[in-house]
């Protein structure tokens, strides 16, 4: 994947002011953008999926420019074949799991009828194994469940691109690891690019070729997860150390 993103937005509430103000290249097929709560990534990947626009620069995804303020060019989130996958899933609390499913496959604006399941979107139901819970309305199912389920409506369009935003954030330890490592095996079947955002260092160490820091609206740093791991286990080992000696 080629990602050209080159953005400035000026934010601004009656108590602060926050400079978004990314560049970033790269070829890389899985990329994360790893930051602190509140250092832009939200900001990023939203515009990038076009639910928010910068006030100048660009953004380029293999060689479709998405937007372009110079140019005029800003194409609307449908335009650009991305999926997005929510924080919280994003999924209709009144329509059952085959309606959320089927929800972007439809034509005009009635919701999807509980009986209609397009054959797009019957794949990813046998992949996600979620036939049993077709008739369930998000309420009644689980959390990996409804990251599934997200999962299945995301790719059933066919996208370009998955953005992720903290997928794992809202599942309890046992089923992030797992989750991880489905998403990972998923990443790598599909072969679909995908941009994560993410404050967890495991997510963009299993989930990305390529990890860029974040902070106050800026890439700061780039790094291999590799490069991350080994980071990280060297200050959890001199945390260890640091402990131990006020221990004493
Ligand atoms: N409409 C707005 N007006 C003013 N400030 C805003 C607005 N939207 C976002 N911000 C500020 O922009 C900053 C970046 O927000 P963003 O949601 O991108 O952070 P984040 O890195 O995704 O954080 P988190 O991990 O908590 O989701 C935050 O400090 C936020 O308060």
Same mark, same amino acid.
């Given at each position: 994947?080629?990602?050209?993103?080159?953005?400035?937005?000026?934010?601004?509430?009656?108590?602060?002011?926050?400079?978004?103000?990314?560049?970033?290249?790269?070829?890389?097929?899985?990329?994360?953008?790893?930051?602190?709560?509140?250092?832009?990534?939200?900001? *990023?990947?939203?515009?990038?999926?076009?639910?928010?626009? #910068?006030?100048? /620069?660009?953004? @380029?995804?293999?060689?479709?420019?998405?937007?372009?303020?110079?140019?005029?060019?800003?194409?609307?989130?449908?335009?650009?074949?991305?999926?997005?996958? &929510?924080?919280?899933?994003? &999924?209709?609390?009144?329509?059952? @799991?085959?309606?959320?499913?089927?929800?972007?496959?439809?034509? !005009?604006?009635?919701?999807?009828?509980?009986?209609?399941?397009?054959?797009?979107?019957?794949?990813?139901?046998?992949?996600?194994?979620?036939? #049993?819970?077709?008739?369930?309305?998000? /309420?009644?199912?689980? !959390?990996?469940?409804?990251?599934?389920?997200?999962?299945?409506?995301?790719?059933?369009?066919?996208?370009?691109?998955? &953005?992720?935003?903290?997928?794992?954030?809202? $599942?309890?330890?046992? &089923?992030?690891?797992?989750?991880?490592?489905?998403?990972?095996?998923?990443?790598?079947?599909? /072969?679909?690019?995908?941009?994560?955002? *993410?404050?967890? #260092?495991?997510?963009?160490?299993? $989930?990305?070729?390529?990890v860029?820091?974040?902070?106050? /609206?800026?890439?700061? !740093?780039?790094c291999?997860p590799?490069e991350l791991n080994?980071e990280?286990?060297?200050?959890?080992?001199? $945390?260890?150390?640091?402990?131990?000696?006020?221990?004493?």
């Amino acid at each position: 994947m080629a990602v050209s993103i080159h953005i400035q937005r000026s934010l601004s509430s009656a108590t602060r002011q926050f400079e978004l103000n990314i560049q970033l290249d790269s070829q890389a097929q899985r990329i994360a953008l790893f930051g602190p709560s509140g250092s832009g990534k939200t900001l *990023t990947i939203q515009a990038v999926s076009g639910l928010m626009t #910068p006030d100048q /620069g660009s953004i @380029v995804v293999n060689d479709t420019l998405l937007f372009c303020s110079q140019k005029g060019v800003n194409l609307s989130p449908q335009q650009r074949h991305l999926a997005y996958l &929510l924080q919280d899933y994003g &999924l209709f609390p009144h329509l059952t @799991v085959a309606q959320n499913i089927s929800f972007g496959l439809r034509k !005009g604006w009635l919701n999807p009828s509980k009986k209609w399941v397009p054959a797009q979107a019957k794949k990813w139901i046998d992949a996600f194994e979620l036939t #049993p819970i077709l008739g369930n309305y998000p /309420g009644e199912i689980s !959390g990996g469940q409804k990251q599934r389920t997200a999962l299945a409506r995301a790719l059933a369009v066919n996208p370009s691109m998955l &953005l992720l935003d903290e997928p794992l954030a809202a $599942l309890d330890i046992n &089923l992030r690891v797992k989750m991880r490592q489905e998403l990972s095996a998923l990443q790598k079947r599909l /072969g679909i690019p995908s941009i994560i955002i *993410t404050h967890d #260092p495991e997510d963009a160490i299993v $989930l990305a070729d390529e990890v860029y820091r974040i902070a106050d /609206g800026r890439i700061v !740093g780039r790094c291999t997860p590799a490069e991350l791991n080994h980071e990280i286990q060297r200050s959890s080992e001199q $945390l260890l150390v640091d402990l131990q000696k006020t221990s004493h």
